[in-house]
């Protein structure tokens, strides 16, 4: 069955520091992964979308990496900021496994960004 | 401005009565979709439909219903068979087959009281 793990669960860190949150899957075959940012709520936003051979793509100060082979992505937050506190959720498409959407939803991080 | 759009926002129920989400798009979108979120859990697919006048079932769809008379419109029916309703419910729409332009709406809390 396809999965989408993001770790951390949740994450707290002061303004102005850098974080980055993981997300693993086993979907396949792999068609893009989506990051979504979800304030309290609301819904969610769209980050960023990346295809196989897409290995970077940066949307001002978020940066999401993508590593086909080994089937991980991640989004870096450079100088968070307090409008950052949010969930971001990563979200695949493809493969047979996943819904009848054929996406498969990660749980979500829930960051926290602190004065 | 072209969007989605959800209401109410917040939406309160007795048990064993029936309650209808309106989702609304100007995006020129084919597809649309509802989801159901709960605390800890990823999104979960409730219903969608790819084109007016056909709708699939989703994983959850025991207990609602829909319908896609119109383009622009899919509404959300949260019968009294379901058993759990108490959630946040997102409508999505996007270019058919490919969610390669896909878009959420603001969402609409139901509580069951």
């Known amino acids: 069955k396809n999965q989408v793990e993001q770790s951390p669960q949740s994450l707290i860190i002061l303004e102005g520091k850098n974080c980055t949150l993981q997300?693993?899957?086993?979907?396949?075959?792999?068609?893009?992964l989506r990051w979504y940012k979800q304030d309290t709520g609301r819904g969610p936003v769209s980050l960023t979308i990346?295809?196989?051979?897409?290995n970077t793509k940066s949307n001002g100060r978020y940066t999401a990496t993508l590593d086909a082979d080994t089937k991980q992505s991640s989004l870096h937050i450079t100088a968070s900021q307090l409008s950052d506190s949010a969930s971001y959720i990563c979200?695949?498409?493809?493969?047979?496994?996943?819904?009848?959407?054929?996406?498969?939803f990660g749980k979500g991080t829930h960051l926290i960004i602190q004065p | 401005d072209g969007g989605i759009t959800q209401s109410p926002k917040y939406l309160f129920r007795k048990e064993g009565q029936n309650v209808t989400l309106s989702c609304e798009q100007n995006?020129?979108?084919?597809?649309m979709y509802w989801y159901r979120q709960d605390p800890g859990q990823g999104l979960r697919l409730i219903y969608y439909?790819?084109?007016?006048?056909?709708?699939q079932k989703g994983d959850i769809a025991e207990g609602y219903s829909v319908s896609r008379e119109k383009k622009e419109s899919f509404p959300l029916t949260v019968t009294s068979a379901q058993k759990n309703p108490t959630a946040f419910y997102l409508c999505?729409?996007?270019?058919?087959?490919?969610?390669?332009?896909?878009?959420f709406g603001q969402g609409t809390r139901l509580t069951v009281v």
């Open positions: 999505a729409s996007s270019t058919r087959g490919g969610w390669t332009e896909a878009f």
């Open positions: 997300c693993n899957y086993t979907v396949s075959p792999f068609s893009n």
């Open positions: 990346m295809t196989f051979s897409e």
């Open positions: 979200v695949v498409r493809g493969g047979s496994g996943g819904g009848a959407d054929g996406l498969t």
């Open positions: 995006l020129n979108h084919d597809a």
């Open positions: 439909s790819q084109i007016v006048n056909d709708f």
